[in-house]
């Protein structure tokens, strides 16, 4: 299993950044997908959810209406869409895997700083 996170940046606030993740290695189809962050200091915070077929999401009631989580099964990638960026919103982020059995895998992580 190989996922591997890109798209952070250094961003204003109120603007906007789309997160890729790219996974290898197994029957993506299968899997639902999360994305998580993790800010200096704080606990690893679950931000949205997806599905193996797309057709339910969750999100963290701090990014419901401004975060979108998507999902391409045949490119074998996971997106998470976030406008209306705030400063609150600095932290790895970070995409895993979640097996019909229930391992999870994670991605390497992506820095996304939110700052003027």
């Known amino acids: 299993v190989q996922l591997v996170d890109s798209g952070g940046g250094l961003v204003q606030p109120g603007g906007s950044l789309r997160l890729s993740c790219a996974a290898s290695?197994?029957?993506?189809?299968?899997?639902?997908m999360r994305w998580y962050r993790q800010a200096p200091g704080k606990e690893r915070e679950l931000v949205a959810a997806?599905?193996?077929?797309?057709?339910?999401?969750i999100y963290a009631d701090s990014v419901k209406g401004r975060f979108t989580i998507s999902r391409d099964n045949a490119k074998n990638s996971v997106y998470l869409q976030m406008n209306s960026l705030k400063p609150e919103d600095t932290a790895v982020y970070y995409c895993?895997?979640?097996?019909?059995?229930?391992?999870?895998?994670w991605g390497q992580g992506t820095q996304v700083t939110v700052s003027s």
């Open positions: 895993s895997s979640v097996s019909p059995l229930n391992y999870e895998y």
């Open positions: 290695g197994f029957s993506f189809s299968n899997y639902a």
């Open positions: 997806i599905t193996s077929a797309g057709g339910i999401t």
